[in-house]
């Protein structure tokens, strides 16, 4: 304690004491490290399998195929097959070892070598910047990682490149690599690549489009040939360069490669993008990613159908306004669709993204709540004025026939009569029948609705006309020839059960009346047809919906900001495109126009009194119509003589159509006057509410 001579083995005892201590801490940092290794391995097993090294970068292509098998649309890379290395030409691994790491046989997934020699060219010379990464580190960042250039990002990388190169040969490391690197015009994978630029598989590349395609590596975008030839040309001759430095090729080998030369593959170039092809891929990515696709996803789409569709719009003969086209059949499966006059113009898509009124389209819902209240086509209903609350709808042209059954009502498609109708059974039930036929949106509680013042979709207001022709209500639209799994929930709240048979029954009989005989009959067709005309207030927006033959279609016409088109008419130019689809569509013909009937004398057409007086006539009879733009009108006098007269009413504009009412037959008294029937005050024709009808 109190000093003194240390004792005799103190120094000798003093290094076997520290040499202890540093073991001991040695085998602690061992231990340490093979448990992060361990826990790196076991992080590297269940967040990134082998597996995923075979995946593209990008979420793989989606090729949209028609109902027939026929390639429609494409959606994302061209990602090409899986190469193996070992199946390759030597030259075609090789020059890509030569530009990208050369010392990729021999090293452990990072060269310590080639990292020295990148930071020494990029830090001390002028000459063009290096990258240090190896073949396999290019590998884990492509199939594993972002490209963010972040300290914890690299470290995961050599990780990763650790990890790949202690599972899998050189070769399968390479053949990985050049299965899914990107080698620009949106194309992965060598062998997708050589078929691109050169139109021959990978197995076939001669040394200079082998030395291009590994050229293209460091900057695809910048140097794809198809737009950069003279530079993908030089970056080819500097890989032909290294691959004599490497010892691949000799000076004379080298210097006997031409540059390669550009052979674009001629193949039809399919569209990234159609109206029908952005409606239905949300649905196709998501069948791709459930597992119940494939990178090829059938469609509903029937090209037959479709041509017809993009035929009648190119014929309708369209100016300023636009046009939007859906077919389906009675179960939801869309056959057509054309969303405007143009997809590159315009890629809104006015079939399935556009909410405007329906018109007169939306009495069917009206009148299918009224055949549920217990009436029937044969049912009487007053085509007279009528106001309802503030609200007073008039018929187009003011023109009114009092007492008349729903068919005529119908077929004539009264304003009048359709407001009378949601009077007596309600708009709440009458919602209901737009509910149950599939109409989702919006739909105010009020009387004016009868007349289509609330907004729909085309595509859902063509799906509750499906409805009728197929007598399963609601009818959903899809476009895939398979659906995905919505779930159990999903399932069962959108089961289908069938309309009622005596309901079903009266509303077929008014639509054949309305496209028969009624302002439909521009559109019918030798085969049974059905369908309505809609026009709204003041023109902006004209259709014609309707089925026939196994075939549901809706047609609309109308302005994007919404604003008139005078003599535009749901009975005019929109029923005349349906008819003129169908017809393509369905292989048949338009309903040949009636005869005119030939009589030498007034007498053998116009019946006589019981008298049998041929000449019982005892007042003209006065026709009314427009020629080359001018109204004019024809007196049948009681002689028989025929004059030429100037008509005494307001006239429809060109082109109108009568709004929704066929070519009127004038009502003359004794003297021969028109009996006019009007309401006293305002416009006969858009005396309406705002949004009315017609």
Not at 229 to 247: C, I, Y
Not at 409 to 423: D, G, H, M, P
Not at 464 to 490: K, M, N, T
Not at 563 to 585: E, I, K
Request: glycine content about 12%; charged content about 20%; hydrophobic content about 40%.
């Amino acid at each position: 304690m109190g000093g003194g001579e240390p004792p005799d083995d103190y120094t000798t005892n003093l290094p076997v004491a520290y040499r202890r201590r540093n073991w001991k801490w040695l085998w602690r940092g061992i231990a340490a490290a093979l448990l992060l290794f361990f826990a790196a391995v076991a992080w590297l097993v269940f967040t990134a399998p082998l597996s995923k090294s075979l995946e593209p970068p990008v979420p793989p292509s989606i090729t949209l195929l028609s109902a027939e098998g026929t390639p429609i649309a494409r959606s994302g890379a061209i990602v090409g097959a899986p190469v193996d290395a070992t199946k390759l030409p030597d030259h075609v691994t090789q020059a890509f070892i030569a530009v990208e790491d050369r010392r990729f046989r021999s090293h452990w997934g990072v060269d310590p070598r080639g990292i020295l020699r990148a930071f020494v060219n990029n830090v001390f010379t002028s000459n063009g910047a290096q990258g240090g990464s190896t073949i396999t580190q290019q590998l884990a960042k492509n199939a594993f990682l972002n490209s963010r250039r972040t300290f914890g990002r690299k470290f995961q990388e050599v990780l990763i490149a650790f990890w790949l190169e202690a599972w899998l040969t050189k070769d399968e490391i390479l053949s990985r690599y050049l299965s899914n690197v990107y080698f620009g015009d949106n194309v992965y994978g060598l062998d997708a690549a050589a078929r691109h630029y050169f139109s021959r598989p990978a197995t076939e590349l001669t040394v200079g489009q082998a030395a291009m395609l590994a050229g293209l590596v460091k900057a695809p975008s910048r140097l794809a040939p198809s737009g950069n030839l003279k530079g993908a040309q030089a970056r080819e001759a500097v890989v032909v360069g290294t691959m004599v430095d490497a010892g691949f090729l000799t000076a004379a080998e080298g210097k006997a490669v031409a540059p390669a030369r550009l052979r674009l593959a001629r193949t039809k170039q399919l569209p990234n993008g159609t109206y029908f092809a952005d409606w239905v891929l949300p649905d196709a990515r998501e069948l791709n990613e459930s597992g119940d696709g494939d990178d090829e996803i059938r469609t509903t789409l029937e090209m037959k159908a479709q041509r017809a569709a993009e035929r009648a719009v190119r014929n309708a003969g369209l100016r300023k306004s636009q046009i939007a086209i859906v077919a389906m059949r009675p179960d939801g499966r869309v056959i057509a669709m054309v969303g405007g006059k143009s997809y590159a113009e315009s890629p809104f898509n006015r079939a399935t993204q556009a909410q405007r009124q329906p018109g007169s389209t939306f009495k069917l819902f009206v009148y299918l709540a009224a055949l549920r209240s217990g009436m029937t086509p044969d049912s009487t209903v007053l085509d007279e004025p009528v106001t309802i609350g503030n609200w007073s709808p008039k018929n187009s042209g003011g023109r009114y026939e009092g007492e008349i059954t729903l068919r005529h009502a119908f077929a004539k498609s009264s304003n009048v009569a359709a407001a009378r109708l949601i009077q007596k059974v309600g708009p709440a039930a009458v919602i209901r029948a737009a509910r149950d036929l599939g109409i989702t949106s919006p739909i105010p509680s009020e009387a004016s609705i009868a007349l289509g013042t609330s907004s729909v979709s085309l595509i859902e207001l063509t799906a509750a006309y499906a409805a009728i022709a197929s007598g399963q209500a609601p009818v959903r639209p899809r476009g895939l020839g398979a659906e995905a799994d919505r779930g159990w929930l999903a399932r069962f709240s959108g089961m289908t059960r069938p309309l009622g048979q005596r309901e079903l029954a009266g509303m077929r009989e008014l639509l054949a009346a309305a496209a028969t005989e009624g302002t439909g009959h521009a559109a019918a067709l030798s085969v049974d047809t059905f369908g309505k005309t809609g026009t709204t207030q003041d023109n902006r927006d004209a259709l014609f919906m309707g089925y026939a033959d196994g075939i549901v279609t809706g047609v609309w016409m109308g302005n994007d900001d919404n604003t008139p088109n005078p003599g535009l008419a749901g009975g005019g130019l929109p029923a005349r495109v349906w008819r003129d689809f169908m017809t393509q569509a369905l292989g048949v013909t338009a309903r040949p126009k009636a005869e005119p009937v030939v009589a030498d004398n007034i007498g053998d057409v116009i019946d006589g009194d019981e008298g049998g007086d041929e000449n019982a006539l005892d007042a003209p009879i006065e026709f009314e119509g427009r020629f080359g733009g001018q109204g004019m009108g024809v007196r049948v006098n009681p002689d028989g003589s025929i004059d030429v007269v100037r008509p005494r009413d307001r006239m429809p504009p060109p082109g109108d159509e009568g709004l929704d009412e066929p070519p009127p037959v004038r009502d003359r008294g004794p003297a021969g006057r028109r009996d006019e029937r009007r309401p006293e005050g305002g416009d006969p024709q858009f005396d309406g509410a705002p949004g009315d009808g017609f």
